[in-house]
């Protein structure tokens, strides 16, 4: 069974806004960090968005302002808004999360779960 799936990809003009969610199966969502990343083809994978378990986030240069991460512990879901979308957004974003303290901007190696991903793709 997949631990988190994503949804709400697609294409969109520049300027446009898209919401991705991330739906969490059975892990716990309250206690953990959860993320978004995303991977542009022959580009490393970066941290875009995350929370964490107070409910504090943090954002990419590239996207604070214009992105914004929630989550609903009740409908077990992650959310990112994105807003004033940019061609250079365009990407696979993907959900994760990880457990303890820590919760790292740029870290893909401490996510222990993933999603498959949803493109997104701006058109300018």
């Known amino acids: 069974q997949e631990q988190l799936m994503e949804s709400g990809g697609g294409s969109v003009q520049a300027g446009g806004s898209l919401r991705l969610s991330c739906k969490v199966a059975?892990?716990?969502?309250?206690?953990?960090?959860m993320a978004w990343f995303r991977q542009a083809p022959g580009k490393q994978r970066e941290g875009v968005a995350n929370i964490d378990h107070s409910e504090s986030t943090r954002y990419s240069a590239s996207v604070q302002g214009r992105f914004t991460i929630s989550r609903d512990a009740g409908k077990r879901t992650l959310y990112l808004q994105m807003d004033s979308l940019k061609f250079e957004d365009s990407a696979t974003y993907f959900c994760?999360?990880?457990?303890?303290?820590?919760?790292?901007?740029?870290?893909?190696?401490?996510?222990?779960?993933w999603g498959q991903g949803t493109q997104v793709t701006v058109s300018s």
């Open positions: 994760a999360a990880k457990g303890g303290s820590s919760c790292p901007l740029n870290a893909v190696s401490a996510f222990g779960f």
């Open positions: 059975t892990i716990t969502m309250s206690d953990r960090c």
